[in-house]
């Protein structure tokens, strides 16, 4: 160091930071070992203390102004050295600048699932987060209890100690408050103000405040998510059956209005694979509406009639079995023709409905083939 910069940096006589990082909470003024001259001048922006130290003693605290620095306004400090008044010498001091303004958007977040029991779902786990603000308003407590010796202090050093008082407290009071999980997402703004009045003052012991904390979201684990959306989804269509119906009725009149050779063949084939869905649905809809009654067994057979009972083929599924008077609807309603596969029990294969015995009369007596070289046959006689 060359002689001119001995004696110009011999005394420092003025103090300020001016550094506008909005993530550093304390930083020591750099002095290297230079003394403070009697009257240096000491700027204090607004979010902003300083505080002079004497050999690891708090002294005084200065809030946001300007000052010019004597015994009159170093009260503690003249004591702590043994100042008189009118004492004008140079003198070794720390000074530390401490961010006062709101140091905003720090986040918290449960890491692990919280274990509780829900009246509804039973045991379940939740997963929280949220945002929160801090201010520093008790410079002295912070600089005894977190920073110490440290050159610099960051917002960071401080976060994660922070956000485990948060996690830890947050679950104790979420478990006490048996809020269903259903009803959680109303009750944000309660619930963040008991998790506040919990915490605010172990903040406290740092010289911190906490002047703003928000729960953003409690989510419930992906897979009872899902389940939740099915059992809503099912609330939103109402009657299941009712609506199976209403898709097989608008299948059944697309089917219908295709005219097409190729179409026609195949529309008619779905028209009557869904008017039997249909029929099945109609039928499980009314067994539904008897679910509380005593089950009893079916009547026997009215005398004379048959109990036999066929499944009908259509675009290669199996429907049925039907006894003869629904297999007879079903014919008349044009869904089961001569030329449709048939099977009861007892029969080798599946064979065409118009030539089983016991289903033949029902759809009309067989028309002869033309007679041999087409010619005419004679009219009967008179």
Do not use: C
Not at 155 to 170: E, G, H, K, P, Y
Not at 371 to 380: A, I, L
């Amino acid at each position: 160091m060359g002689l001119w910069d001995k004696l110009t940096g011999e005394f420092v006589d003025i103090i300020e930071w001016t550094n506008d990082d909005r993530e550093t909470l304390a930083w020591r003024f750099e002095r290297y070992g230079n003394e403070i001259k009697y009257g240096a001048k000491l700027t204090v922006r607004p979010g902003q203390a300083a505080v002079f130290v004497n050999e690891g003693q708090i002294a005084d605290v200065f809030e946001p102004g300007m000052y010019e620095l004597q015994t009159n306004n170093l009260p503690i400090l003249s004591t702590l050295k043994g100042w008189k008044y009118g004492f004008e010498s140079p003198f070794k001091a720390e000074v530390i600048f401490v961010t006062t303004s709101q140091i905003v958007d720090r986040k918290w977040g449960t890491k692990n699932p919280v274990m509780l029991r829900d009246p509804e779902f039973g045991p379940i786990r939740l997963r929280a987060f949220g945002t929160y603000a801090i201010k520093v308003v008790d410079p002295r407590a912070f600089i005894t209890t977190l920073v110490g010796t440290d050159g610099a202090f960051e917002a960071s050093d401080l976060t994660d100690q922070l956000r485990n008082i948060i996690v830890s407290r947050f679950t104790d009071k979420l478990g006490e408050s048996k809020i269903p999980a259903l009803d959680l997402a109303s009750n944000y703004d309660e619930i963040a103000d008991l998790i506040q009045a919990k915490i605010e003052p172990e903040f406290k012991e740092y010289g911190v405040a906490l002047p703003k904390f928000l729960v953003e979201n409690i989510a419930l684990p992906p897979e009872v998510e899902e389940a939740l959306d099915k059992r809503s989804s099912m609330g939103i269509l109402g009657n299941l059956n009712q609506y199976t119906q209403f898709q097989a009725a608008n299948a059944m009149e697309a089917a219908a209005s295709n005219t097409g050779e190729a179409g026609g063949a195949m529309g008619g084939g779905m028209g009557m694979g869904m008017g039997f869905a249909m029929a099945n649905q109609m039928g499980q809809a009314m067994g539904g509406t008897q679910q509380n009654q005593q089950a009893s067994a079916p009547p026997p057979p009215a005398p004379g009639a048959s109990n036999v009972s066929f499944h009908v083929s259509v675009n290669g599924e199996s429907y049925g079995p039907y006894d003869m008077n629904t297999f007879a609807q079903h014919v008349q309603a044009g869904q089961i023709t001569g030329e449709s596969m048939v099977w009861r029990q007892g029969m080798a294969n599946w064979s065409a409905a118009g030539q089983v015995a016991e289903l033949a009369n029902l759809f009309g007596p067989p028309t002869p083939p033309p007679m041999p070289g087409g010619s005419v046959p004679p009219p009967p006689p008179m």
